[in-house]
Nanobody, 125 residues
Framework: VHLVESGGGLVQAGGSLRLSCSAS????????IGWFRQAPGKEREGVSCTSSSGNSYYADSVKGRFTISRDNAKNTVYLQMSSLKPEDTAVYYC????????????????????WGQGTQVTVSS
């Protein structure tokens, strides 16, 4: 299983970025894919997730600003981030849901068993 994030960078507050998570080595369409982020000195937190059936989940802090989507033909999940705030600054990771993945606790790290290396997102004020 291999997950690679891309699309991070430096953006001004109010700007937009689109992150991509490209996956290989497993039946991509059969698994949930989540986005997490970790800011310096903070715990890794769930940002968004798309289930194998296409349901979408969002943290309250990003609802209305971030949109997750998946293209199973390309084995890729996207995270469109808009109206970015300095507090969105973090390393963003994508992760593949485990076989026991449960939508009710999509934001818990233990629901995912394969992770990418992360991509840095920095939002300047």
């Amino acid at each position: 299983v291999h997950l690679v994030e891309s699309g991070g960078g430096l953006v001004q507050a109010g700007g937009s970025l689109r992150l991509s998570c490209s996956a290989s080595g497993f039946t991509f369409g059969a698994y949930a894919i989540g986005w997490f982020r970790q800011a310096p000195g903070k715990e890794r937190e769930g940002v968004s997730c798309t289930s194998s059936s296409g349901n979408s989940y969002y943290a309250d802090s990003v609802k209305g600003r971030f949109t997750i989507s998946r293209d199973n033909a390309k084995n890729t999940v996207y995270l469109q981030m808009s109206s970015l705030k300095p507090e969105d600054t973090a390393v963003y990771y994508c992760a593949a849901g485990a076989q026991w993945w449960r939508g009710s606790i999509w934001y818990q790290r233990w629901e995912y068993d394969n992770w990418g290396q992360g991509t840095q997102v920095t939002v300047s004020s």
